[in-house]
């Protein structure tokens, strides 16, 4: 005689196949079912609000030197606080050099957010900030990338376990900047070497002119920083960006020299003599800082200035660094107060860097001023 079989059995069975079923059907097994990622990221941007405001606070004083270990890592609150000795630091030698900070701002916006393989949550924004300069309450201000990193402790609660900042931040001297970003190594950048230890130098004897700040030239100075101000940090769409093809910084000079009133001037383009842009192509002179500066001799546009503090707006600044053959880096005057002038660039993107600033950048190196 056949044993019956139960309707419990059955029925169990049958309802395991099925959910097995619709799992498979999903494309997963349970055991891999991952958390997805938070919709609301109000908590996340307020750490990294907090994180950064902090930061920057060290620049007024020595009030947030040591960080607060609320819903950090280890890691974190001891990166976090060796950066903050090196912005107190900063923040002597500039008051030296009479530059002080009353007061700062910043924005974060997020960018892209994602789960990592190993359910952390990962958070990219850009960050900028301005700090507002005691002396004549002049603002300056740079921006930088970061990738944020959480993850949830045992109490369910985000922790923010590292900042991997993904281009230099302006609140550091250069090369300090480039030694935190993430998985820094030396490049062969055109523009702005990862190697560069420059500071001021006088020009070459020959060729100098003092500055005489007219407009006899006819070149119209308050557009060149005008567009400069406009476009530091939100890139002008009707040119191509070059930041990721060795750099934007002579780029966006002569884009600037264009709004002030330069003239393209035709010819073969990969003859440093020639000037000009267009929808499909541009000259070396353009976008190359040592052809650029070939350009500006031979066509007279410029002269030589016999020291970086004399250049006011409109002027360009290139910059050569302590054992190098060539230049790499150009840069643009757009504010002039008291004797500083300020320097507003890209790559990276900086707004009213002032000289002080700018020196202490690169701290050996020859400066070329130009008189546009």
């Not at 049958?14 to 958390?35: Q, S």
């Not at 200035?305 to 190098?324: F, H, I, M, N, T």
């Not at 507003?344 to 020859?366: F, G």
Request: glycine share 4%.
């Amino acid at each position: 005689m056949k044993r019956p079989i139960k309707i419990t059995t059955i029925t169990a069975i049958t309802t395991t196949i099925l959910c097995l079923g619709m799992i498979f059907a999903n494309g997963i097994l349970a055991n891999d079912i991952v958390e997805e990622k938070p919709t609301d990221l109000s908590i996340q941007k307020e750490q990294i609000q907090t994180l950064i405001n902090d930061r920057t606070s060290v620049m007024i004083s020595d009030n947030n030197l040591t960080l607060k270990q609320n819903n950090i890592s280890d890691k974190l609150y001891e990166t976090e606080n060796q950066t903050r000795a090196l912005i107190t630091e900063l923040r002597e030698k500039l008051k030296k050099m009479n530059e002080t900070y009353k007061d700062t701002r910043t924005q974060i916006d997020i960018l892209e957010s994602k789960l990592l393989e190993d359910k952390k949550l990962s958070i990219k924004i850009k960050e900028t900030t301005y700090l507002t300069i005691a002396q004549n309450g002049i603002e300056t201000g740079y921006t930088a990338e970061h990738e944020f990193i959480f993850n949830k402790n045992e109490n369910d609660v985000w922790i923010l376990l590292e900042d991997r900042q993904l281009e230099p931040t302006g609140i550091l001297p250069l090369q300090q900047a480039e030694q935190l970003v993430y998985n820094y190594e030396s490049t062969n950048n055109i523009e702005l070497d990862s190697k560069l230890q420059l500071n001021e130098s006088f020009i070459p004897s020959s060729n100098i002119v003092d500055k005489n700040y007219s407009n006899s030239s006819g070149y119209n100075y308050t557009a060149m920083a005008t567009y400069l101000e406009r476009y530091w940090s939100s890139y002008n769409p009707a040119y191509r960006n070059f930041t990721n093809q060795g750099g934007d910084c002579t780029n966006f000079v002569s884009q600037a020299l264009k709004a002030g009133g330069w003239s393209y001037k035709p010819g073969w383009y990969q003859n440093a003599n020639y000037w000009w842009y267009n929808s499909t192509n541009q000259t070396y002179s353009w976008t190359s800082v040592n052809h650029w500066a070939t350009f500006a001799k031979n066509s007279g546009r410029t002269s030589m200035l016999a020291s970086v503090w004399s250049c006011r707006k409109g002027d360009v600044v290139q910059v050569k660094p302590y054992g190098s053959s060539s230049k790499v880096h150009t840069m643009m005057v757009s504010y002039y107060s008291n004797g500083i002038p300020y320097f507003t660039y890209h790559t990276s993107n900086r707004y009213r860097r002032s000289l002080n600033q700018v020196l202490l950048d690169w701290p050996i190196a020859t400066f070329y001023a130009y008189r546009t």
